[in-house]
């Protein structure tokens, strides 16, 4: 059986107001892989806060970055995370898809203008990030391990997820409020 897209792709619907211990919860419980073959499953909540660690160690101290980093996969509390199997095979039907319902969620929590300036730190700090989860999470000899893909993103080697093993969803979840509202407190104060 053959995947067909649709003739149109839907327009996503209203944006129902956040509710950030929902949608940290959501991030929490939304896993991006496996387990199998990694050694362990990688949430959403997670990945951002790698992405957000990683930026951060490279002196991005912007909070509205940090903060679209942070929400950069909030969309997918909507839309669900399906297997790279599947993205793969819908292709530009499921880009088409995603990208409508990451500008809804970004139109929703303010953060549209500030991807449009700085997507490609949010994008970078996120390849990083897989590259760390996949160097410390896949065994060695597997085709998606950084030492079997010379020349693609270098993890950092002063990130190290083994470290983390112990956490479960719930901690995933309140790490990733804890920083929403560091940020989001940071924010709020009168600039200087």
Do not use: K
Request: charged content about 20%.
């Amino acid at each position: 059986m053959q995947l067909q897209p649709p003739a149109t792709t839907p327009a996503p619907g209203p944006f129902t107001p956040v509710v950030i211990e929902t949608l940290a919860t959501d991030l929490a419980q939304i896993n991006r892989t496996g387990p199998a073959p990694y050694l362990r499953p990688i949430s959403l909540a997670e990945h951002a806060l790698l992405r957000v660690e990683i930026l951060e160690r490279q002196g991005i101290a912007d909070e509205r970055v940090l903060l679209a980093a942070l929400l950069a996969d909030a969309h997918a509390t909507v839309i669900g995370w399906p297997p790279q199997a599947l993205r793969t095979a819908l292709g530009s039907t499921w880009d088409t898809i995603e990208s409508r319902w990451a500008h809804l969620a970004r139109s929703a929590l303010g953060l549209v203008q500030v991807f449009a300036e700085h997507q490609h730190l949010v994008w970078m700090a996120g390849e990083f990030a897989t590259a760390v989860e996949r160097r410390d999470l896949l065994p060695a000899d597997h085709p998606n391990h950084p030492a079997q893909q010379p020349g693609h993103f270098v993890p950092p080697e002063w990130l190290d997820l083994r470290h983390r093993d112990h956490m479960t969803w719930a901690d995933w979840r309140q790490a990733w409020i804890d920083r929403w509202e560091e940020l989001t407190f940071a924010l709020s104060e009168p600039q200087a």
